[in-house]
């Protein structure tokens, strides 16, 4: 072992500052978050016997697998309520954080218009809007531009709001798009004629 000399001494005490400063952080931290923390509840335990291709497995959180049932609905809740008491501390870092990451994106995320036939299509978004836009312009890139879906203007009433595979017949006349409302990726299928509003 190294003998200790004069010139470790002021690094030992700063060290062993810093160590107490730390210490007493976490400990005030500790204390104060304990008095408002929501406790997790445990999920129940309901045996139910699947068997598929002749194997039997006992399953005994099947019953969150019934989405909109009371029980699962409010075993969600107090999930929700959890999480929200344990991150409440970290509040400002998360809207910073948002803040930050949303200051790096390109608002302007244009898709490369693809030539089909006589048209090109694209999508875009508008700055300060959430969803995109698909669009497609006639004949040439400086045409007029022509709105076919406006997700915007789709998920206005919903608290959730997704679009995907938005497709066009081959005569240019009709589009179909999947949209999910409830944020469980089961997308209805949605037609409508190109030129509708």
């Known amino acids: 072992m190294k003998p200790q000399n004069a010139s470790d001494k002021p690094k030992l005490l ?40 002749g194997v039997v497995r006992d399953d005994p959180y099947f019953w969150m697998n019934q989405r ?3 029980p699962v609905l409010d075993f969600l809740k107090s999930e929700n309520e959890y999480t929200n008491s ?9 809207e910073d ?16 218009p693809v030539p089909v036939d006589d048209y090109f299509y694209y999508r875009r978004y508008e700055p300060g809007k959430e969803y995109p836009i698909s669009a497609r ?31 066009i017949t081959g005569d240019h006349k009709r589009i179909a798009v999947g949209a999910d409302t409830v944020g469980r990726r ?10 509708a509003k």
Not at 97 to 112: C, G, P, Y
Not at 186 to 195: H, L, M, N, T, V
């Open 186 to 195: 089961f997308y209805d299928i949605r037609f409508k004629d190109a030129g």
């Open 14 to 53: 700063v060290l062993g500052m810093v160590m107490g400063l730390v210490a007493g952080g976490l400990l005030t931290w500790n204390s104060q978050t304990k008095e408002n923390v929501v406790l997790p509840i445990k999920a129940k335990k309901e045996s139910t016997k699947l068997e598929n291709h």
């Open 68 to 70: 909109d049932t009371k």
């Open 97 to 112: 954080l948002f803040e930050e990451m949303k200051s790096r994106i390109v608002e302007d995320e244009s898709t490369v």
């Open 86 to 94: 344990i991150l409440k501390p970290t509040e400002k870092l998360q």
């Open 137 to 167: 312009k006639k004949g040439s890139l400086q045409a007029q531009e022509e709105v076919l879906v406006d997700g915007n203007e789709w998920a206005k009433g919903f608290n959730y709001f997704q679009m995907t595979g938005v497709q």
